[in-house]
C-alpha cells in the first residue's frame, strides 16, 4: 500500500497504484474515509499506526466494492470506531440492489458487497464528521456523498471525478481510464453533482482513483465541459 501525506491532516493510502482511501487526522484520532478493495484492512490499520494515531470514524462516500470492500474486517478489528455512510448507501450494504422510483438510471451499476455490521452514523448532506462536512453528491451511485474538511478546504470526491489520464467527471466514460465511469448509475445526476463540487472553492481535490489534485476548481470546470461536449 502507497501511503502520500498530502497536508497535517490529510493522508492518502493506495491499492494497486489507482484505489484509494484517505485518513484525516481529528484531535482525537484518525477519520478513515473509504476502506479500498477487499483484505486491505491489515494494511490500512498498519499506515494508522505508523502516523500514530488510532482510528476512530470509519466513512464511506459510497457502497461500491472498491470502496467497501475492507469495511466488515475493519468493523471487527475496530470495535470502538463508529461507521457512517448515507441511507441510500447503507441499504446496498444490507443487501439491497433496486433503484428507487423516482432515481434515474437503467439499472444500478457497480459491484457491491453485502456486510452484516449495521452502520452507527447515518450521515446526509450538512452533517459533520469530525472536521469532515458532508455534501450529498449522487449519480455515481444514488446515495453517494463527498466530504470538505472545514478546516483548509480540502475535498474528497470519491467517485465524481477521477484523475488518471487527466481530470475528469464519471457520468462520462474516460478510454483511458473506463471503470468508474462504466460504474456509473445515472450519468446526468453525477454531472449536477460534479458542477456542485465545481461550486464549492477548494484548496485540493482527492478522489477514489487518481492522483491529488491543487487549486482543483479550474480543472474541475473542464471536466464538466469535456463531459458535455462544449
Known amino acids: 500500500m502507497k501511503i502520500q501525506q498530502h497536508t497535517d491532516n490529510l493522508t492518502q493510502l493506495t491499492r494497486f497504484g489507482c484505489v484509494n482511501a484517505y485518513l484525516v487526522r481529528e484531535e482525537d484520532g484518525l477519520t478513515l474515509v473509504d476502506t479500498t478493495v477487499k483484505a486491505s484492512a491489515k494494511e490500512i490499520l498498519a499506515a494508522a499506526e505508523q502516523l500514530g494515531s488510532p482510528i476512530r470514524r470509519i466513512i464511506l462516500t459510497h457502497a461500491h466494492a472498491d470502496h467497501s470492500g475492507s469495511l466488515q474486517a475493519l468493523i471487527e478489528a475496530l470495535p470502538d470506531a463508529e461507521y457512517g455512510v448515507s441511507a441510500r448507501e447503507a441499504r446496498f450494504l444490507a443487501g439491497e440492489r433496486t433503484l428507487d422510483n423516482g432515481e ?14 449495521k452502520p452507527d452514523l ?12 458532508a455534501i450529498s453528491t449522487p449519480g455515481h451511485s444514488p446515495g453517494h456523498l463527498s466530504f470538505i474538511d472545514v478546516r483548509d478546504r480540502s475535498l ?29 448509475t ?7 453533482s460534479a458542477r456542485k ?20 476548481n479550474p480543472a474541475m470546470r473542464t471536466a464538466i465541459e469535456r463531459a458535455t461536449g462544449l
Open 122 to 133: 447515518l450521515v446526509a448532506e450538512g452533517d459533520r464528521i469530525g472536521s469532515l462536512e
Open 104 to 117: 434515474s438510471g437503467k439499472k444500478l451499476k457497480g459491484g457491491f458487497i453485502t456486510i452484516e455490521a
Open 156 to 184: 474528497i470526491a470519491g467517485d465524481v471525478f477521477t484523475t488518471i489520464a487527466g481530470v475528469r467527471s464519471t457520468s462520462r466514460i474516460n478510454p483511458l481510464f473506463p471503470f468508474a465511469g462504466m460504474a456509473t
Open 186 to 192: 445515472d450519468g446526468p445526476t453525477d454531472l449536477e
Open 197 to 216: 463540487l465545481a461550486g464549492i472553492e477548494s484548496s485540493l481535490m482527492v478522489v477514489g482513483h487518481g492522483r491529488m489534485i491543487k487549486d482543483p
